[in-house]
């Protein structure tokens, strides 16, 4: 800053020297139209805005800055050439082919899973279906031992019941031969029809009493 200021103290004093001489013609060529004297080009460059702030106090605050344009300036669009446009296409060619390729390396793959979905459904079909039969094996096989268990208890029953009518009829006749060796010696008797029936035997015999004492023998034997 301090090498900056004498530098532009330089100019401003030679350009004011300039400035001066200029003036003093110029004055005694206007004086007689009443007008201001042309600015020079020393006075438009003393007049310029200071690049750095520190040096706007040493100019006066009078002096005349340009005024900077706000209007944008559209710049012109570029247009591509021919080689830009064929690398573009090829670049977009490629892509393209790319995303192709990928496309159809993902078809793949899809039909891949696919297929390998279908065998596995095919498999656990096939296990399903033997488990299914295994299944109705088993099922066969129980309701087969339920029907012959059914059956054993249904020939036991059977069996039993046969030996106890067996047993029954040894019983009755048992009891009938006993009943039948207690009446044996009843049958020299002649039983009579009324009740409670008597036995007895005639002192002297006849054939009235011979034939009832027949007929008693007969229903006792």
Known sequence: MAQKRPLQEDRKKTSTDHTNSDNSGNKRRWQGQNAEPPKTVFSRLSARVPSNPDDS????????RPAVSSRVIATP??????????RRESVDERSRERNKR???ALLGTLQKFRQEETKLKAKEDKKAEVEARVEEAKRREKEELRKEKQQLFLSRKRQLAEVKALEVKVARNKQF???RASQLPLAKFIRTQTQP???Y?????????????GKCAKELH
């Not at 035997?201 to 004492?213: A, G, M, R």
């Open 201 to 213: 035997l005639p002192k002297k015999s006849h054939p009235k009493t011979d034939i009832l004492l």
């Open 102 to 104: 990928m496309f159809g």
């Open 197 to 199: 029936a008597i036995y």
């Open 77 to 86: 669009r570029e247009v591509p050439s021919r080689q830009d446009v064929i």
């Open 57 to 64: 106090g040493d100019e006066d605050d009078g002096t005349v």
């Open 177 to 179: 031969q006993e009943w």
